[in-house]
């Protein structure tokens, strides 16, 4: 090998290093840019791939997996009913006094579901029958549905507003046939004939005075027709569009309600609340139609909460629900009387009678209304209706529906039995109806979702670890080419100098084909000053020498090719060998190549 191959190859080698450094430091930008994007990137994709997954599932067709659940729900749904015991009834009714009242709850039962005549039409449309039943539970109550307590007549009382302004023989019949009854305006009865009725004798005579017409029936309870109910619904399947999913189209044959005063409050907004759409926000408003409200009510974001250890949102029906125009203008639509009470909603214009619709003890209503009672006591933790919904399915892990139903009672001229009651709403039970989703669901769900997570970390780890290892890779090829430029460049310091070798010296390896020009490296200590002149000495200060020059052991050899400058500054280093002799330090043989 010659002297000049060996420089090109080092030029070559220095040239191949100069670009895996580039490469390198292109792969370490990359990485880093990775490592901080490409996690987000990667989740992005992930999230679009489950939204489009989620969709598939929560859609209502045969083939989701949602379907069967919502067809026939087996998640246990109680709905419990606290009631109000009247422990002052004749002092209410003889003196005006104030109504001391006792709650006495809960009387649980669970509610069943059956939805069937399914019929799939166009524009996404589902229509359908639903029925929907109630069994007492026991062991989830206080008592059992024959316990008893004192609570507002309904009949009278709803018959005594119908006739304030009757005329008096009108008023005298009605007070004389509650007489015979023996009817006061305070009744004892038992849970089941308070919630589903019961046959009410003085509303049998009245029924034969009036004609069925005028009283259609004289089963008298607060929900006398909802157990054992048939409703029909149209719904929206979200095939098309997934945040439409199971918004209700039509409610029992109507498109919008006719008992309130406006065309917004006449609306059906939102679904039945069985199951809401994935994607939910914080900054959307959740419309529930509930059948006791006679209306749609919203549910608002209040906060974030972890539920099952899953992250998930809390919405709750806020206050102006049951407030007045005079508190929350937009409420206009939902007030027909004259004065409308803050806090208490009155829907006697789609039920039989005065009924008002509160928060459980008159959570949100006016000081007023509250303080007219004792044992009143409204706290927003047990009596705020709230769902507890995982966003991104749209699942509702929790539900808590809260309504208090309430009987304006007042004092009519001409009906003995309402002289000296205070006119006011008295509350006469309040409503919960519950939904928890097991544990295990959510503990499915949070699996799945670390998964996913877990990818997320995998690939920014990997993005991490290739940009370390490249720079890795990186720091050793720039110590290495710094080394070998620097062998290049020579040594510069005063422990050594650069001596130059006259003449063509023989020897086994020496060719004719390498240049002459060979360089010692050699400590100044080391140095004899046979044969050397000042004149030949070059700019970086070398000695010239001789084959006689001494030398004190084996030096390494610098060789300067032909084409480089003759400044001792630029020259390769070439893995030569100068034999020293023993006796005297002369040198006796070389350069030879060290392989």
Same mark, same amino acid.
């Given at each position: 090998?010659t ?5 090109? !190859? ?11 450094m ?137 018959s ?5 302004y ?10 004389a ?38 009283i ?44 309130w005063?406006?065309k917004?409050?006449n ?26 409200h ?12 972890t ?7 809390k ?11 005079s508190?929350?203008?937009p ?8 004065? !409308? ?30 303080d ?6 409204p ?26 139903m ?42 799945q979702m ?29 110590? !290495? ?12 310091d ?5 001596m ?7 020897s086994?390896?020496?060719t ?26 070059y700019e970086?200060k ?36 100068v ?17």
């Amino acid at each position: 090998m010659t002297c000049r191959s060996r420089s090109t !190859c080092a030029t070559c080698c220095l040239a191949y290093a100069m670009c895996f450094m580039v490469t390198l430091s292109i792969i370490i930008i990359v990485s880093i840019m990775g490592a901080i994007k490409g996690p987000s990137a990667v989740n992005e994709m992930v999230e679009d791939k489950i939204s489009t997954v989620i969709d598939e599932m929560m859609v209502l067709e045969p083939s989701s997996e949602i379907f069967q659940s919502w067809l026939d729900p087996q998640i246990p749904i109680y709905q419990k009913f606290y009631f109000f015991d009247v422990q002052n009834a004749d002092d209410v009714l003889n003196r005006g006094a104030k109504p001391r009242l006792v709650e006495i709850g809960p009387y649980t039962y669970r509610v069943s579901i059956s939805r069937y005549n399914l019929t799939f039409g166009d524009n996404d449309t589902l229509s359908f029958k639903q029925k929907t039943w109630m069994e007492f539970v026991p062991e989830l109550s206080v008592g059992y549905e024959n316990d008893s307590f004192t609570t507002v007549n309904i009949p009278l009382a709803a018959s005594v507003s119908v006739l304030k302004y009757a005329d008096w023989f009108s008023k005298m019949s009605v007070s004389a046939v509650a007489s015979i009854h023996g009817h006061q305006m305070f009744i004892k009865l038992s849970v089941g004939e308070i919630l589903w009725g019961y046959e009410d004798p003085f509303m049998k005579q009245l029924q034969d005075l009036a004609g069925k017409e005028a009283i259609p029936s004289y089963v008298v309870g607060i929900l006398p027709h909802v157990n054992g109910s048939v409703i029909s619904s149209v719904i929206n399947t979200g095939a098309s569009n997934i945040t439409e999913l199971n918004k209700l189209i039509e409610w029992n044959g109507m498109t919008e309600l006719d008992w309130w005063g406006s065309k917004e409050a006449n609306m059906i907004n939102g679904s039945d609340g069985s199951i809401l759409h994935p994607e939910m926000t914080a900054e959307e408003t959740i419309y529930v139609y509930d059948q006791i409200h006679c209306r749609s009510v919203p549910y608002i974001y209040k906060e974030d909460i972890t539920f099952y250890d899953v992250p998930m949102m809390k919405f709750h029906i806020p206050w102006y629900t049951y407030a007045n125009a005079s508190s929350y203008p937009p409420n206009a639509g939902f007030c027909l009387q004259d004065s !409308c009470p803050d806090g208490i909603l009155n829907v006697t214009s789609c039920m039989d009678a005065n009924f008002g619709i509160s928060a459980p003890h008159f959570l949100y209503a006016s000081p007023d209304i509250i303080d007219s009672f004792d044992g009143i006591e409204p706290n927003e933790t047990k009596h705020q209706s709230y769902m507890v919904v995982e966003p991104v399915t749209g699942v509702s892990y929790t539900q808590r529906r809260r309504l208090q139903m309430n009987l304006y009672m007042e004092s009519v001229d001409g009906i003995m039995q309402s002289e000296g009651i205070r006119s006011m709403y008295y509350p006469l039970t309040w409503i919960e109806m519950g939904v928890d989703l097991p544990e295990s669901l959510a503990t499915d769900y949070k699996n799945q979702m670390s998964a996913v997570e877990g990818f997320d970390d995998m690939v920014f780890y990997a993005f991490i670890a290739t940009a370390i290892f490249c720079f890795v890779l990186l720091m050793l090829t720039a110590i !290495c080419v710094i080394l070998q430029c620097c062998k290049k460049r020579g040594v510069r310091d005063d422990s050594y100098v650069t001596m130059k070798k006259e003449g063509s010296i023989t020897s086994k390896t020496y060719t004719d084909g390498i240049p002459t020009d060979i360089y010692v490296k050699i400590p100044n200590e080391d140095i004899g000053n046979n044969n050397v002149t000042d004149e030949q000495k070059y700019e970086q200060k070398c000695d010239i020498i001789t084959e006689s020059t001494v030398l004190s052991n084996d030096h390494t050899h610098k060789h300067q090719t032909d084409d480089e400058s003759s400044s001792g500054d630029e020259y390769d280093e070439v893995l030569w060998k100068v034999h020293i002799s023993e006796a005297n330090g002369n040198v006796i043989s070389g350069p030879e190549t060290q392989v």
